[in-house]
């Protein structure tokens, strides 16, 4: 049993969250007449979509997101 491929339960929720969140402020702002609201709504959802792909590339395994940590070393 491979105990590095499992993911924790804790962000595996955090990302179910904000994918929940986004959803409803993408539907919040297709419903809402009123241009500043729509506006505001765009603005969050993208904010939180930013958050969450952020999120998946700090916490990703994958060597190619790692370059940046040590620069200049070649390993």
Do not use: W, Y
């Not at 049993?1 to 962000?11: E, I």
């Not at 969450?52 to 940046?68: E, K």
Request: glycine share 8%.
């Amino acid at each position: 049993m491979d105990t590095k491929s499992q993911r924790p339960k804790g962000r595996d929720g955090t990302l179910s969250s904000l994918n929940m969140a986004i959803e409803a402020l993408n539907l919040a702002k297709d419903i809402s007449g009123i241009a500043p609201v729509k506006a505001a709504f765009g603005s969050v959802s993208v904010l939180l979509t930013m958050v969450r792909v952020c999120s998946l590339l700090l916490q990703s395994d994958n060597q190619a997101f790692r370059v940046h940590v040590n620069p200049g070393l070649d390993g």
